[in-house]
């Protein structure tokens, strides 16, 4: 089987850092990518992490570990439109993809 | 470079009756999925198509949805008949090529409600 595990609500207050940690377990992994997802809209693609390490874009960072099956994304400098739902997604076999159940982010003033 | 387009936004229909989504992928993406996203939760895959054929459906109901791929370019996806648990956002999304790391752009989903 296959499920990936993200907290399911971090909340931080503006111009803190904020980290929204997954564990996965799956067959074939290939990769790990995070989406970001405001209320009523539609998910946007942040980062994609093949290899282990830290990649960084921005106020957004991510990070993998393919030997614990984990990853993070990491938030610097909160603003509030940072606040929503952010997901973790492992890409299998080089095709289908799995999604998190979500960690919902409030970024308070 | 226009979007992902899904239509309708949103459909209200009752249980047992049938409904169609339509949805029209970036010009030149070969790889298209629908997901079904019920409300608190993270998309879930259905169907993933590459140019016109399926690769990957195992998660699709196939006792009352299907979803087809004419020409490699647009889709669509039905549901007959239609149950109450189908209530959800279903999201297009489409991609360049096929590959883990390759970057997923979604439409903005049909809101569907079963009652």
């Known amino acids: 089987g296959q499920s990936l595990e993200q907290p399911s609500e971090v909340t931080a207050v503006e111009g803190a850092i904020v980290q929204i940690n997954c564990t996965y377990q799956t067959s074939g992994f290939y990769g790990l990518s995070w989406y970001q997802q405001h209320d009523g809209g539609a998910p946007t693609f942040l980062s994609y992490?093949?290899?282990?390490g830290l990649e960084e874009t921005g106020r957004f960072s991510s990070f993998l570990s393919r030997s614990d099956s984990y990853g993070y994304l990491l938030l610097q400098e909160l603003q509030m439109k940072d606040s929503a739902s952010y997901f973790c997604?492992?890409?299998?076999?080089?095709?289908?993809?799995?999604f998190g159940p979500g960690t919902r982010l409030s970024v308070l003033p | 470079e226009a979007g992902v387009a899904q239509s309708p936004r949103y459909k209200i229909i009752e249980k047992r009756q049938s409904v169609a989504f339509w949805c029209n992928p970036i010009?030149?993406?070969?790889?298209l999925y629908w997901y079904q996203q019920i409300l608190g939760q993270g998309p879930k895959l259905l169907i993933q198509f590459q140019n016109n054929g399926v690769v990957d459906d195992s998660q699709l109901p196939k006792d009352r949805f299907s979803a087809e791929r004419l020409k490699g370019v647009d889709s669509t996806l039905k549901i007959q008949p239609a149950k109450l648990e189908d209530s959800a956002v279903y999201l297009c999304a489409s991609s360049l090529v096929v590959g883990a790391g390759d970057t997923q752009y979604f439409g903005p989903g049909t809101r569907l409600t079963v009652l």
């Open positions: 010009s030149g993406h070969a790889t």
């Open positions: 992490n093949a290899l282990d």
């Open positions: 997604a492992v890409g299998r076999d080089g095709q289908n993809f799995v």
